[in-house]
């Protein structure tokens, strides 16, 4: 298991940007595939990027292709989305989780064995 923390959330304005982050405790953090999660009040949690261990693939929902980024730099222990164009739709909380090590991105939640504690991002129109 590895333990992440997310910051990065906050309150923005529609149209506008956001870069949200996840760190991992551990030094094997660079072996697993990792992919951010969101859940909206009132809905189920959704799967929203991921990505592989070695950052060369990446999978993303379709309400955010061309507007989401996400990234890795395994030197810092660190899994970044980056979101542009933000909708309020967009508004959740943005949970990351650790995926299967070694392992190409998924979006099935189940293959997730730790999450973060999330943070919220809320996106005024």
């Known amino acids: 298991q590895v333990q992440l923390v997310e910051s990065g959330g906050g309150l923005v304005q529609a149209g506008g940007s956001l870069r949200v982050s996840c760190a991992g405790s551990?030094?094997?953090?660079?072996?697993?595939?990792m992919g951010w999660f969101r859940q909206a009040p009132g809905k189920e949690r959704e799967f929203v990027a991921a990505?592989?261990?070695?950052?060369?693939?990446?999978l993303y929902t379709d309400s955010v292709k061309g507007r989401f980024t996400i990234s890795r730099d395994n030197a810092k222990n660190t899994v970044y989305l980056q979101m542009n164009s933000l909708k309020p739709e967009d508004t959740a909380v943005y949970y990351c989780?650790?995926?299967?090590?070694?392992?190409?991105?998924?979006?099935?939640?189940?293959?997730?064995?730790?999450w973060g504690q999330g943070t919220q991002v809320t996106v005024s129109s």
């Open positions: 989780a650790a995926g299967p090590r070694f392992g190409e991105p998924t979006s099935n939640g189940a293959d997730f064995g730790s």
């Open positions: 551990r030094r094997t953090f660079s072996s697993y595939s």
């Open positions: 990505i592989s261990w070695t950052g060369s693939n990446t």
